[in-house]
């Protein structure tokens, strides 16, 4: 499993921009249990943003982010999106797409995206 993110940039405050994360699965049957959004910033833990788990009827957002950020998926694509709207200067930061997929070859799996860089300017 291989996780591709794009969309990352430097925007103004009060910007937007939408992240994108979509998995290459080598295997014909698979589930994602999980799909969502990390960031980190220089020295700080990473945090998780906002996350899918399950088909979709349970999402959750960080405090930070709530009524600014939407997370979605294409199960089609096997992508997961993060539109971030209203963006302040400290959402900067390095996000993460990140999944957790079940196989029956392999069962569930944690799986990173190589991260990408969000800079707000204030």
């Known amino acids: 499993v291989q996780l591709q993110a794009s969309g990352g940039g430097l925007v103004q405050a009060g910007g937007s921009l939408r992240l994108s994360c979509t998995a290459s699965?080598?295997?014909?049957?698979?589930?994602?249990?999980?799909m969502g959004w990390y960031r980190q910033t220089p020295g700080e833990q990473r945090e998780a943003v906002a996350r899918?788990?399950?088909?979709?009827?349970?999402?959750k957002y960080a405090d930070s982010v709530k009524g600014r950020f939407t997370i979605s998926r294409d199960n089609a694509k096997n992508t997961v999106y993060l539109q971030m709207n209203s963006l302040e200067p400290e959402d900067t930061a390095v996000y993460f797409c990140?999944?957790?997929?079940?196989?029956?070859?392999?069962?569930?799996?944690?799986?990173w995206g190589q991260g990408t860089q969000v800079t707000v300017s204030s």
């Open positions: 990140n999944v957790n997929i079940w196989t029956p070859q392999r069962g569930s799996l944690d799986v």
């Open positions: 699965v080598s295997e014909t049957r698979f589930i994602f249990n999980i």
């Open positions: 899918i788990i399950g088909s979709g009827e349970n999402i």
